[in-house]
């Protein structure tokens, strides 16, 4: 034996870990069942239909086919006679059912050998002389009786398979793909180019392959070793020492990639699991120390550097399920180590610290391991030593800890340093990190203990929290899938919070953190929201990403479980971003630590630029100039000399006014070039923008400066908000038309939309461009992703519907108990109570929400009935509400900064998922909650439910399915008759079955999930790196903070060497530090602090620790040198008065601001408006109102607007988002569409000609809130350029520093008083004085109370109010009534002055001349074209009177009549139907089909879909037999049981099987525990026992302190004899009642029974040669015994047998992809399908590439390409049909094609009986056709007719064509052959051979006349000459060899295409043999 084999012996483990597949993270050590994620799938179930065609073979060989006999029992029809399909045999054409593995044996079965030598013989081909083909026939079986009644009622309507069947039949749910793979299709490269990239990461790596990654970056080794199973093929192999030292370097290198950490855990997964690290590596460090080369020897430390690297990082990424292999390596790795360094090998010290490192790990998690307290694989931090999360931030978790939650400790924080320096760049960091970590985390820990504080309280529901937004009820509904990963959609109660206006409220927005807990937060869940979508949020619905460590914890949840969730506010995603980046961020790896640290005032010159360096600075000196006038030469020569600056030097610098620059923005350009680190403040309207962007422009130009390296860098913006970045890239884009690229959320420029990093990832060339690896990385991670969702979605629908309404009882059977099931099914049978229709549920019945609770609801929650008719009210009123002006929802505009491109939820299939939803719910539900209309409340058999009941009904369903309490299983087995229960106890019941059913579907999908998530995280980070590739390739990269937070990863690759930060100042500093990278070296920054600042969640933190202060703000206090922009180019200078100088010391007046003109109809261009009106709060949140305020500012837009100003020359302000929304409810579209309305906080950076400033605070107490901000004034102040008009209580603004300066200001200027002065335009010396809305009625159009009088052009005068708008009255329409004279008869207009008057309208008596009646007609109207409105009098031509108007046509007539149809049915029909069928139209007949199908059924369809009889409808009744596994089967009425789809429930003491019933069971391969003192089994669990029973009594006490009665070893009952005596001795076996008889009980039922009468009844062996497999029952309530240890042996021996039956059933999949190809090939074959019915092979071939396909639609495929053959066959031949038989024979053909091509999972016996009949009179029609067509021309005898008559007639007809027909057919044809011979020639075909033969001419000899007669041309074939027919004297021959045209080759002779002589006949087209 090998030593490798040796190694094997052993651990036999390892084989079985070859298999594994690593599932992420959440890893489990001792997990067995790890396989692939399609292995479900790839096993699909390899049984047949009830009947099948099988596999076609080739022409000229003959196979037998096979055919079931009927195993039904006496009195049952048996198996047909056989008929054969086709009247034309064609051997080898059809089969029966194939015998694949004995897969159609069924699951109850005998394998007694007289029995099997029976089936043999009936399998046997069946063969009638004539030498037919024999039928293809269903394999059929006497129906057996199983363990329920099958009388039950059951639902009747077609069900289609599912893959998620529960307890009964689902309809297909229609798979579609994740949008997530839609997305991207634009760039989708060709098949060509996906068949080579599946190649490429599916191809065998070698020697040179891994020596070639050597050279590699680390990113393209690790994506290209992840993918396929290249690496995991390679590290099973036998390597040799070079290479496994090759592989140690290369996954070494690997490892250090920073952006692929996904991928680098999907890797080393693989390598974990492999041999190379168990057995390969392990055996070459011992070899290390035995190597006798000196030279060799000296290599070994580098090689087990490398080694210990390796090992490093799989146990910080697997330190549970590695331990062992680690432990393993240690201890060889030790000795080598030390035998090297005793042979004189240097081993460096770094080696012995990472060796020592490593031990301490192990011994650290051999340790944990001991304690049990390491069980999952979660990810270390290897660090030199341990240390807490008070000692290193590093080390600290991101999410918060159980004991944050719980414990009040203080955390420890330092402040923000804004006056000095750090001590050190850790310090710095710590700093940021603890202070941004506590900033989200305060909120929810004081919000979780002030919530567990109150969490008894009464009012809890009603109470507001400060810190956090509490949701209860919380329920997980259903997994999604994303293109993160696997979300989950999440329900709660909105009861609470009916007041929450979903569209604006901050709660729940993207990326918020949520914790929610069932247990008092002693375990908590954290998860970000992943989609808001406000229509859902007001049905409660929210979707939900949880983290790792969550996702692990959901495996334990079940679907009941109800949990309370509780939302911090702060913007998660992004400070987890930046958290990780600052724990990630190495103390060196900061730039500008000199200034940013230290603090160090000495800015220096960037390092990229030398002294000898020149900026060319043309492109800034192009501008128009105030240069004095010049000659155009003197010009160019200045820009000539001067265009080219050595920027160091300030002397070389142009003039400010060459540079279109004032002084302080030349200052400031000369600052960002010259210096490395640049600060630039710009206060309101001083160009900021304009400055970066020339900034920007000049670093461009001068490219050549700063990149000096092959590789290029391309320029970094960062902006705040989506706004400005789109503001700075198009200004970019003025001077860069190229190489520009923008990364952040939605983007409102259309200019930009195509620099977007989607659109260029979208592009067609993109994905061709990228390298191979990635291209082949995404391929099979996509792929991977497809295969997990399809299972996922389909199990979520299933979970998703059980929330919609409630379950019919059909999907719950398996979840009930055998006699809870029958005692729901005879509840009603009373009374003559009967089920009516096919759908209807007795659980309905049972809940009281059918028909017997129609009249009275019990129950029923008014209070849920009182909510529900106030929503209607409200939903009412919302549908008459005046459409407002459109306004940015808060909540979008947070959303929007928030959401990066692949953040957007891909909502385009939507609509697709809701109709699969909705189609999957009304199959499933028996009542749907969410569909309109009577769906599931008992309608079908004539019930009529009210709206007002049906209503009733669903509110109760409702309330019912919200509350979360169900019924224990203890109280269910303590149930008999569910019916006797309260109605509360029925609904807890049915939430426990709903509650099974949920779980069982959740548990399926979990291994999917883990796959999903794998493959989502690894789909990630390859998009990342597709990400870098555009980037890399850009000049200029934009982005928003979210975004660079984001793409941290990317931006430390991309290593942008110049960084421009607009609105640096709001920007906080840590997110600041993340974006930069090592090689930065030219920052910039561009903002304002004394505007706003960064936001901070927690107040505290923001003031006393200094977490506000953005970076650009800490170093002006720390006094580095910045330059701040003095002259501003917005305000005019009153307004600018406000801000200088209280907020800026020096702000200049461009002169361009001084020109501005006078605002119209105000007196004033700055007004503050004083008032006293108090506020009001909003009750959600903590935002203001105030009504005095918002109406007043909505009259003075509005006054605004009439004095000419356009809307979107007016924007509305506001402090509060309260506010906001006031305004908008003010505010109708129609007077004030294109005005804005916005809080201040979202409109920096804007500016408009007119502001009007609301700053709603007005409070006895005081209190101004964020107003005493002196940088949100600054803001609120700056945005108006020509007009600023404020509202507020100056009272209490006064008592703010900052706003009393202004009020002095103000006052100064008499710019504010408590009213507005107005002045008319019309009338200047009008005024009027406006304090609050109600005084703009005075001045109603915007001008003042006098009239306007203006005359108009029609003579009226002008009725409106003086009005300064529309002067001219151009768009003015009179209003006053017309007064023309409309006819001679007086009438005037009715219509208004401005309305064209048109012809006269007024009604008058006239005469209608076509029938003479009276009518009102209008007065213009002539009499002739009026439609009279007198009822009709004419008789119609069928007898009826006319129902229309007598102006109408008549009307067709509708009133009921008979008729008698074509099938002889009599109809009840509209009389013009009747009429219709007398000229041909086709009325279908809705009689009942009568037909008994060949299964024993009644067929349920009608005459007119079952053809009259000729194709019946597939058989709808439950199959109900008892499977092999013991549960009833699911299919309808079948005669092969399919594999059970219910979850397996065998078990035993160490676990318990997961698949599914009808799969393979995994055997435990744990050791037995059956032991007790006397015996020890010593097998493994799945084995036979090797001990017997032990018959001596148990010693143990029971609960009620008395003896035992069981026996030694096995479980004690729970019945005592001196408690239970009476229940214990009931006799049933006979020997209960003996004093010292002892007991079993069952652990699967629980009942008990007498040991020596069990133990009999267990062994008996059945008698009879029959020999049923399956597992003993209890023989009280027949319920499988599972487990049991006393009879253990006889239960694993059944399974076992059971076993082997399930593997043969399952078949091959191997096999099935064997019989496609076949198929396939087959189908290629037979291309007279293509060529004559092209749709049905093109059906059939889109079928064939389905994947994967079952044996049964295999089956379905075959038999189809079989019946088309055949049709396609007879149709290519009716070219000799004359048209009147072509046209009735393809009628019939075209039904059975119909047929054919219907959608169906198998062909039933039944549907094979009637396509053979269908087809076999269509060939029996088309020969009957063709003779006769050929004997067109001959008289035939009377009988000859008759015969030819009577066949037609029953070949034409509509009925079924029936054996008798067959025959009686038959027997004519055989008559009709010998007097009209198919080929017309008057002769038999004998007698044709013999004369053909005779004459010995080869083909293409035989002629025939016009006339049909034959004759032939001997010698060449050619005709000489001409000569005339004997029979009709037609000219006949012909001359030159040339025959005569009316003349043609008489092909019926012998078979020849063409003539002998010719060129076609010499190619040998003719030479085949006769």
């Given at each position: 034996?090998?030593?490798?084999s ?16 690593w ?30 065609l ?12 096979s ?27 059809m ?18 050998p ?46 289609r ?32 180019e ?36 290249g ?6 192999q ?22 692929d ?66 432990s ?57 030593q ?9 080390t ?28 050190s ?39 507001r ?37 979903w ?9 918020s ?35 790792v ?65 020149s ?76 400055v ?14 700063w ?14 908000t ?70 996922i ?17 059909q ?18 049978a009373?009374?003559?109570?009967g ?59 947070i ?10 939820p ?77 109605l ?71 290593k ?29 920054l ?79 261009n ?50 509060y ?6 305004l ?5 579209s ?67 520093p ?22 008319c ?41 003086c ?15 017309c ?86 049915h ?13 000229i ?36 709808q ?10 549960h ?7 005669n092969q ?24 069971c ?13 015996y ?11 001990r ?18 069981g ?142 396909l ?33 046209g ?16 169906r ?27 006769c ?32 027909n067959?025959k ?30 005779a ?18 041309i ?5 005709a ?51």
């Open positions: 034996m090998s030593s490798q040796k190694l094997f012996q052993m651990d036999p483990d390892h084989w079985q870990r070859d298999n594994h597949r599932r992420g993270r959440e890893i489990e050590a001792d997990n067995p069942n790890r396989r692939a994620a399609t292995a479900e799938q790839s096993r699909q179930n390899p049984r047949r239909g009830d009947a099948s099988e596999r076609l073979e080739p022409r000229g060989r003959r196979y037998n086919g055919q079931r006999n009927a195993a039904g029992p006496a009195g049952q029809r048996g198996a047909p006679q056989p008929r054969r399909a086709l009247s034309t045999p064609r051997q080898g054409e089969q029966a059912t194939r015998e694949i593995g004995g897969r159609n044996q069924e699951w109850n079965f005998n394998l007694n007289r029995h099997v030598e029976g089936r043999q013989n009936a399998v046997r081909a069946i063969r009638n002389p004539a030498g037919r083909a024999p039928a293809v026939q269903g394999n059929r079986q006497g129906p057996q009786q199983g363990r329920r009644d099958q009388q039950n009622e059951r639902r009747n309507e077609t069900w398979r599912n893959d998620f069947r529960e307890g009964g039949r689902g309809r297909q749910v229609e798979m579609q793909g994740n949008p997530l793979f839609q997305r991207r299709r634009p760039q989708e490269v060709t098949k060509e996906h068949a080579k990239d599946k190649e490429q990461f599916v191809r065998k790596l070698g020697y040179k392959t891994m020596e070639g990654l050597l050279d590699k970056e680390p990113s393209e080794i690790v994506i290209t070793l992840a993918c396929g199973s690496l995991k093929d390679l590290l099973n036998q390597l040799n020492p070079n290479f496994i030292q090759l592989i140690c370097k290369v996954l070494c290198k690997a490892c250090r990639s920073k952006t950490r996904q991928s680098i855990q999907h890797l080393l997964g693989i390598v974990k699991d492999s041999l190379f690290l168990k057995v390969q590596l392990p055996r070459y460090v011992v070899q290390m120390s035995t190597d006798p080369v000196p030279a060799r020897r000296q290599q070994y430390p580098e090689y087990i550097e490398s080694i210990l690297f390796l090992l490093q990082e799989l146990v910080s990424i697997f330190p549970a399920s590695s331990v062992q292999e680690m393993m390596m240690v201890l060889v790795l030790d000795p080598t180590v030390n035998t090297l360094r005793a042979a004189g090998v240097s081993i460096g010290e770094q080696i012995e610290n990472s060796l020592e490192k490593v031990k301490n790990i192990i011994h650290h998690l051999q340790g944990r391991k001991r304690d049990g307290t390491l069980r999952t694989d979660t990810h270390m931090l290897i660090d030199n341990e240390t807490g999360p008070e000692d290193n931030y590093r600290m978790t991101i999410y918060p800890t159980y004991n944050e939650m719980h414990l009040e400790e203080k955390p420890f924080l330092r402040p923000n340093l804004i006056t000095e320096k750090y001590a760049t850790e310090v710095y960091l710590d700093t940021h990190f603890r202070l941004l970590r506590e900033d989200f985390v305060r909120p929810l820990r004081e919000g979780i203990l002030e919530l567990l504080q109150n969490y008894d309280d009464k009012g809890l529901r009603r109470r929290f400060d810190d956090i937004r509490v949701y209860f009820n919380t329920r997980i509904i259903a997994p999604l899938c994303t293109s993160t990963g696997v979300g989950y959609k999440v329900q709660f109660d909105t009861r609470p919070l009916k007041f929450v206006r569209q604006n409220s901050k709660r729940l927005l993207y990326g953190l949520v914790c929610m807990s069932k247990d008092n937060f002693e375990t908590l869940l954290f998860a970000t929201v992943s989609n808001r979508d406000p229509a859902e949020l007001k049905e409660g619905i929210v979707h939900l990403s949880f983290n460590r969550s996702r692990r914890l959901l495996a334990e949840v079940e679907p009941s479980d109800c949990f309370l969730m509780v939302e911090t506010t702060a913007y998660f995603e992004a400070y987890r971003h930046v958290l990780e980046g600052l724990q990630e961020i190495q103390g060196e790896d900061v730039p500008f630590q000199k200034y940013i640290v230290e603090c160090d005032t000495d800015i220096q010159v960037p390092r990229y630029l030398s002294f000898n360096d900026y060319d600075l043309e492109a800034l000196m192009n501008g128009k100039s105030e240069l004095p006038e010049e000659s155009a030469g003197q010009i160019f020569e200045c820009l000539q000399r001067n265009s080219k600056v050595n920027v160091l030097d300030p002397a070389s610098w142009p003039s400010k006014e060459e540079l279109n620059l004032d002084e302080s923005q030349m200052k400031a350009l000369q600052m960002a070039l010259t210096k490395e680190l640049a600060i630039i403040q710009g206060p309101p309207g001083t160009g900021k923008t304009y970066g962007l020339k900034i920007v422009q000049v670093l461009l130009k001068n490219e050549s400066v990149q000096r390296r092959l590789r290029k860098f391309p320029i970094l913006v960062v902006c705040y989506n706004h400005a970045l789109d503001q700075f890239l198009e200004g970019i884009y003025g001077f860069l038309h190229t190489g520009l690229v923008r990364v952040g959320g939605r983007s409102n420029s259309e200019l930009l939309k195509r620099f977007t990093l989607k659109e260029l990832r979208n592009s067609r060339d993109f994905r061709r461009k990228l390298p191979q690896h990635l291209r082949s990385a995404y391929f099979e991670v996509t792929n991977q992703m497809r295969e997990s969702e399809q299972k979605r389909a199990a979520a629908q299933h979970l998703e519907c059980t929330t919609q309404g409630v379950l019919h009882e999907y719950l059977e398996k979840y009930i108990s055998a006699m809870h099931w029958n005692s729901l099914q005879n509840g009603l009373f009374g003559g109570f089920l009516l229709g096919g759908r209807h549920s007795l659980i309905l019945e049972w809940l009281g929400l059918g028909f017997m609770s129609v009249a009275a609801i019990l129950g029923a929650d008014p209070q849920n009935m009182e909510n529900t008719d106030d929503q209607q009210e409200e939903i009412e009123d919302e549908d008459v509400e005046e459409e407002l002006i459109q306004i940015s929802e808060e909540a979008e505009l959303q929007g900064e928030r959401m990066i491109d692949d953040d957007e891909k909502m385009r299939t939507k609509k697709k998922q809701d109709a699969d939803l909705n189609e999957l719910a009304n199959t499933l539900l028996a009542m749907n909650l969410n569909k309109q209309g009577p769906q599931g409340l008992q309608e079908e058999g004539g019930w009529q439910v009210q709206r007002s009941e049906r209503k009733k009904m669903k509110q109760k369903a409702q309330a019912e399915l919200r509350k979360s309490g169900a019924m224990t299983a203890a109280e269910e087995r303590g149930t008999f008759n569910i019916w006797m229960l309260s509360k106890d029925r609904w807890r019941l049915y939430r426990l079955w709903l509650s099974m059913y949920q779980t069982d579907v959740r548990r399926r999908i979990i291994q999917h999930e883990q796959l999903y998530q794998a493959a989502a995280d690894r789909l990630a980070e390859l998009r990342l790196q597709e990400d870098l590739w555009v980037l890399k390739e850009a000049k200029v990269v934009g982005m928003t903070t979210t975004g660079a937070a984001k793409y941290r990863k990317v931006l430390q690759e991309l942008p060497r110049i960084v421009v930060v607009e609105e640096a100042a709001e920007v906080l500093e840590a997110h600041l530090i993340t974006t930069l990278s090592s090689a930065c070296q030219h920052l910039i561009i903002g304002d602090h004394q505007q706003l600042r960064p936001s901070a969640t927690v107040y505290d933190l923001a003031r006393n620790f200094y977490l506000e202060v953005s970076l650009f703000e800490r170093l002006v206090k720390v006094n580095v040198p910045y330059i701040r922009l003095d002259y501003q180019h917005r305000m005019r200078p009153e307004i600018a008065a406000l801000l200088s100088p209280h907020i800026y010391e020096q702000l200049e007046n461009h002169p361009s601001v001084l020109n501005y003109e006078n605002i119209k109809g105000v007196s004033s700055l007004f503050f408006v004083e008032h006293s009106y108090p506020e009001e709060e909003i009750q959600d949140g903590k935002s203001h109102q105030n009504l005095h305020e918002a109406a007043f500012v909505v009259a003075l837009c509005y006054y605004l607007i009439c004095q000419d100003y356009s809307p979107s020359q007016i924007t509305i302000l506001t402090t988002t309260g506010q906001l929304f006031t908008r409810k003010m505010m109708p129609k007077k004030f569409a294109g005005v804005k309305v916005h809080v201040v906080d979202k409109y920096q950076g804007e500016e408009n000609d007119i502001i009007l400033l609301s700053l709603v605070r007005s409070n006895k107490k005081g209190n101004v809130g964020f107003l005493q901000i002196a940088n949100r004034v600054c803001v609120a102040l700056s945005r108006a350029k020509k007009g600023l008009y404020c509202i507020g209580n100056m009272s209490i603004l006064a008592n703010v900052l706003w009393s300066k202004i009020m002095h200001t103000l006052h100064e200027n008499a710019n504010i008083g408590p009213s507005l002065l107005l002045t335009q019309n009338h200047p010396k009008t005024m009027t004085l406006v304090a609050k809305a109600e005084d703009f009625s005075k001045v109603p159009e915007g001008g003042c109370s006098l009239p306007c009088e203006y005359r108009l052009d029609c003579g009226h005068v002008c009725t409106r109010a009005h300064p708008y529309d002067m001219e009255h151009k768009e003015f329409n009179c209003l006053k009534p007064q023309k004279v409309l006819c001679e008869d007086g009438h005037r207009c009715a219509k208004s002055c401005y309305e064209k008057c048109g012809k006269c309208q007024v009604k008058v008596d006239k005469v209608i001349p076509q029938c003479g009646h009276l009518q009102k007609v209008p007065c213009s109207k002539n009499p002739e074209n009026f439609v009279c409105k007198e009822p009709c009098s004419k008789i119609l031509h069928c007898g009826h009177k006319c129902a229309a108007a007598c102006g109408e046509d008549c009307a067709t007539c509708t009133i009921k009549v008979s008729i008698t149809l074509k099938c002889d009599i109809q009840e029909v509209d009389c013009y139907i009747k009429e219709a069928a007398k041909g139209r086709c009325v279908p007949c809705k009689e009942k089909c009568r037909m008994q199908l060949d299964c024993s059924h009644s067929c349920p369809g009608s005459c007119h879909r079952c053809y009259e009889g000729r194709f019946h409808e597939s058989c009744q439950p199959c109900r037999r008892l499977l092999i596994c013991s009833e089967c699911l299919e309808p009425c079948t049981c399919p594999p059970c789809q219910r979850r397996c429930e065998n078990l035993c003491k160490h676990s318990k099987c997961a698949r599914k019933c009808g799969e393979l995994t055997p435990c391969v744990e050791p037995c525990e059956w032991v007790c003192r006397h020890k089994c010593h097998k493994l669990c799945s084995e036979p026992c090797d017997p029973p032990c018959n001596e009594p148990c010693r143990k006490l029971l609960k009620c302190q008395h003896p035992c009665v026996l030694c070893g096995e479980p004690c009952p729970k019945m005592c004899r001196l408690c239970h005596y009476a229940e214990l001795t009931d006799i049933f076996f006979g020997n209960e009642d003996e004093p010292n008889a002892r007991f079993v009980q069952l652990e699967d039922c629980c009942h008990i029974f007498e040991v020596t009468g069990f133990d009999q009844y267990m062994n008996q062996v059945q008698e009879g040669s029959d020999t049923v497999i399956r597992l003993k029952d209890c023989p009280k309530c027949r319920m499988p015994i599972r487990k049991n240890f006393r009879y253990g042996t006889i239960i694993k021996n059944s399974l076992c047998e059971i076993e082997k039956v399930k593997k043969v059933v399952q078949g091959d999949a191997e096999k099935n992809n064997q019989l496609r190809k076949q198929l396939e090939s087959e189908l290629k074959k037979r291309s007279i399908i293509a060529e004559q019915l092209p749709n049905q092979d093109k059906n059939l071939s889109a079928a064939l590439q389905l994947c994967p079952s044996l049964q639609g295999l089956t379905v495929i075959e038999n189809k390409i079989a019946f088309l053959s055949r049709l396609a066959e007879l149709k290519c031949q009716e070219v000799r049909l004359n048209s009147h038989m072509k009735k024979f393809n009628t019939k053909l075209l039904e059975c094609l119909k047929w054919i091509d219907k959608s999972g198998r062909f039933t016996g039944q549907e094979l009986i009637d396509l053979q009949s269908e087809i076999q009179r269509l060939t029996f029609l088309f020969d009957l056709y063709v003779r067509s050929m004997a067109s021309g001959r008289k035939l005898d009377s009988s000859t007719e008759h015969d030819i008559a009577c066949v037609q007639r029953i070949l034409e007809c509509t009925k079924k064509f029936t054996e008798d067959e009686f057919v038959k027997g004519k044809m055989e008559k009709l052959k010998l007097v009209l011979p198919e080929t017309g020639l008057a002769i038999s075909e004998t007698e044709r051979v013999m004369i053909v033969k004459m010995g001419l080869r083909q293409g000899h035989w002629f025939k006349c016009p006339n049909g007669h034959v004759y032939v001997t010698e060449c074939g050619g000489m000459e001409k000569a005339k027919c004997p029979d009709c004297d037609a000219e006949i021959g012909g001359t030159n060899h040339a025959l005569e045209s009316s003349n043609q080759v008489a092909s019926e002779m012998d078979g020849a295409q063409f003539s002998a002589w010719s060129d076609v006949a010499n190619n040998m087209l003719n030479f085949e043999g006769l």
